[in-house]
């Protein structure tokens, strides 16, 4: 092998020459692992859940999944936003029919 033939590969060079078909390399299947790591989640947290019981522990309780829209933290952060643009209107000497008419906008 030379040394600056970085990109050598000898299976590749040796089968261009002897009209020989390249080695197969071997292929991974992932879903025979995936299967296998399930079952061994699930093993594991029946396992847990088997232990727990026999030496009287309280049970984990499951987390429950927060909902991805929250009406009530939209509505305090909208309000935060209108009071604060309040806030600064009037801070810049907004007169009272000016902010109320923000106001009226805003709902």
Known sequence: MKIGNLGYIPNTNVNK???KQALQQPVIQ???DSYQ???RELA???LDDK???ALGLPKAEEKKDKPL???EEIVKNVLDFVGGALRKAKADGADDEKLKGMLGDAR
């Open 44 to 46: 594991a947290k029946v």
């Open 30 to 32: 992932n879903r025979q």
């Open 37 to 39: 790591q399930r079952g």
């Open 51 to 53: 232990l727990a019981a």
């Open 17 to 19: 020459y002897n009209g």
């Open 69 to 71: 829209f929250d009406f």
